[in-house]
């Protein structure tokens, strides 16, 4: 991997630690002031969320190198080189089209319909372009950006003729299917 570049955005890093945070507080108050039994419940229920919180907000990423893509996501993790990617979709997160399947990137989801509200209208259709600006392909959006960044890496494969990866991979991590 040459020149990886990590998306992963900071109000998911955020939001996985504050309820980490959260739970392991939950666990404090059940140490300090509840009984054996209140503690065990509580510390089940709270690595449960903890786990969860993880899973969800913390693991995923996407990783944009030179020579392909890597999307983690909680229940599995691809890798691909550029000359196996299809398409590059912003519909519902960031999304590559893959020798016919298409993996979505949990660590770049698309905006709300509510996003465009704060856009302005030069955001939609820029100087000199004859189509408007989705909202998922907007660089204020995490699809957007990454989106934006992996078509750039694409485009750089296909003008530059790097040599692949010769690689399309899915290891299953949690899962087992």
């Known amino acids: 991997m040459n020149n990886p570049e990590k998306f992963r955005p900071t109000s998911a890093l955020v939001m996985g630690w504050v309820l980490i945070a959260f739970f392991t507080g939950f666990i404090a108050q059940s140490a300090f002031y509840s009984g054996i039994r209140e503690l065990i419940i509580t510390c089940i229920v709270s690595g449960l969320a903890i786990l969860g919180a993880y899973l969800s907000f913390l693991k995923p990423y996407v990783v944009i190198f030179d020579e392909g893509i890597k999307i983690v996501n909680p229940t599995k993790e691809v ?99």
């Open 79 to 177: 890798t691909a080189s550029w000359d196996r990617v299809d398409e590059i979709e912003t519909k519902y997160s960031m999304s590559i089209l893959v020798d016919g399947e298409t993996i979505y990137a949990w660590a770049a989801p698309a905006p709300s319909r509510r996003h465009s509200k704060g856009m302005h209208k030069s955001d939609f259709a820029p100087r000199g372009s004859d189509h408007p600006v989705r909202i998922g392909d907007s660089p204020r959006s995490d699809s957007g950006a990454c989106a934006y960044i992996a078509r750039l890496r694409r485009k750089e494969f296909i003008a530059h003729g790097i040599t692949p990866l010769d690689v399309f991979t899915v290891s299953k991590s949690f899962f087992g299917k």
